[in-house]
């Protein structure tokens, strides 16, 4: 369990970086450039992905590229919830994109609705209620509309998930379309930021590209220790699912509240207990 316990660690150590970005004047889009090049070489030398399969006539090339262009969007839009809504909510609305997921497998790729599943589904989705229900209040445009922010990454997840599945069932392999899609979003994000520059806004700095590399590489291990953990016990992938899941969700709860003095209203807190019952079932639905 180290490496699902290190994956989950990796995961709020991201939410923890965009947090900590403002304080330390860091440019965020510009580290989440320099983050896609981190997280594309670690990817080519510790999984070292076999790109023969994109050549094939058949190659998801569309879903590829929708998933370099959503990736870095995407993250942009985690920053701004991370600052918004807090750690502890952003975290929760992240890992219940599975819900979304859950359905595209049933309407798109035939998986069956047993009643586990259905019954996760719906606890799932009270506690979506939940997180956005006034998510932590504050004062000015620092908080507003925090819930908007959290919808887009809960809905945004869940599309990325989508898109893997789809490039999956096309045959590509895991580590092909990770390699491919972090290599395009860096090249777009670097296009747009060289533009930016150019245009007077965000100058290139080194402190930006030293904390993207950093970025990228945490995120990244996010990944690997998934990926390890899941080799690791290959026939309990419901007990990795669960317990990645679940441990994101306290791991991320204990850092908004404890490090960052994030504040959870009662509506909060009874979502973060039902998404906990809601990841349970699901995970025992797959058994």
Request: proline content about 3%; glycine content about 10%; some cysteine.
């Amino acid at each position: 369990m180290l490496y699902v316990l290190l994956a989950a660690g990796c995961s709020v150590l991201v939410s923890v970086l965009l947090k900590l970005a403002r304080r330390y004047e860091i440019d965020v889009a510009q580290a989440i450039g320099w983050n896609y090049l981190a997280a594309s070489l670690w990817c080519w030398f510790l999984l070292k992905p076999s790109l023969t399969s994109l050549n094939a006539p058949g190659a998801p090339w569309p879903s590829l590229l929708g998933l370099a262009l959503v990736l870095p969007v995407l993250f942009i839009v985690l920053s701004v919830s991370v600052r918004r809504a807090g750690i502890v909510l952003t975290d929760i609305a992240q890992r219940l994109s599975l819900l979304l997921s859950l359905l595209a497998a049933f309407l798109l790729f035939g998986e069956t609705a047993s009643a586990l599943k259905i019954a996760g589904l719906i606890l799932g989705l009270l506690s979506v209620i939940g997180i956005l229900w006034r998510p932590q209040a504050g004062s000015g445009d620092e908080t507003g509309h925090a819930w908007s922010v959290l919808l887009i990454v809960w809905i945004g997840f869940a599309l990325v998930d989508v898109m893997l599945k789809h490039i999956a069932t096309a045959g590509t392999p895991f580590a092909a379309s990770l390699q491919i899609s972090f290599a395009l979003a860096f090249v777009g994000m670097l296009v747009w930021l060289i533009v930016r520059a150019a245009r007077g806004h965000g100058r290139l700095t080194l402190r930006g590209t030293a904390a993207g590399l950093l970025l990228g590489s945490v995120n990244f291990g996010n990944i690997l220790f998934y990926v390890q953990a899941h080799r690791a016990l290959p026939t309990q992938p419901a007990v990795v699912f669960a317990s990645m899941n679940i441990g994101v969700v306290v791991l991320g709860t204990l850092a908004g509240v404890f490090a960052f003095g994030e504040r959870l209203s009662w509506i909060n807190r009874a979502a973060i207990a039902l998404a906990v019952a809601a990841i349970t079932l699901i995970a025992l639905g797959k058994v």
